[in-house]
């Protein structure tokens, strides 16, 4: 039985060689040019995609054979039947983005800070360690947030698109 990974829905058979970086299956081998490779160190957040939907993880830090069986969301598989996700308006309408390379990588990671505050992950910024809910502030955003760098300067308008878009999901 070949191995496979779903990336957006479909299943992919993992490459031949082991050493493919999860970032380099999605860009070089099935052509999804929204996951874009910035620092190729972990350090920027510019490739960070979805993990079984919840969970953010960066993929050029990630080995493709890792997650042989896991289902995988990078910024095309958000969008559904033509309409795209709610965070990918928002970031439209609240100026998100000036170059739109760090974009991808923000929404993704996005999606993934409020599944941590639905668990209850803390942060660093946290103020009670073991309350069950946790504040959906601008600090845990910007904290939560940190590991994205927009090299444009467009954290407000990021900041602002995540708190429209998520402020309801977490409560």
């Known amino acids: ?3 496979t990974l779903s990336i957006n829905g479909t299943d992919v ?10 970032l380099d299956l999605l860009r070089d081998h099935l052509q999804l040019a929204g996951v874009k490779k910035g620092c190729n ?10 993990l079984d939907g919840k969970e953010r993880i960066l993929s050029c830090m990630a080995l493709a054979v890792q997650y042989e069986g896991r289902k995988v969301t990078s910024i095309e598989g958000l969008a559904a039947n033509g309409t795209l996700h709610p965070l990918q308006q928002a970031f439209i309408d609240h100026d998100g983005f000036q170059c739109g390379y760090c974009t991808p990588g923000q929404i993704c990671s996005s999606i993934g800070m409020v599944e941590e505050l639905r668990r209850g992950v803390p942060s660093h910024v946290t103020d009670d ?3 069950e809910t946790i504040a959906f502030s601008r600090e845990e955003i910007q904290e939560r947030m940190s590991g994205n760098l927009c ?3 467009a954290y407000n308008g990021i900041i602002a698109a995540i708190s429209e878009t998520h402020a309801k999901a977490v409560r």
């Open 13 to 22: 058979p993992l490459p031949d060689d082991p050493r493919v970086s999860l």
């Open 41 to 50: 160190q972990g350090a920027c957040g510019a490739c960070t995609v979805l």
């Open 151 to 153: 090299r444009c300067g």
């Open 129 to 131: 360690l073991s309350a």
């Open 1 to 3: 039985m070949p191995q």
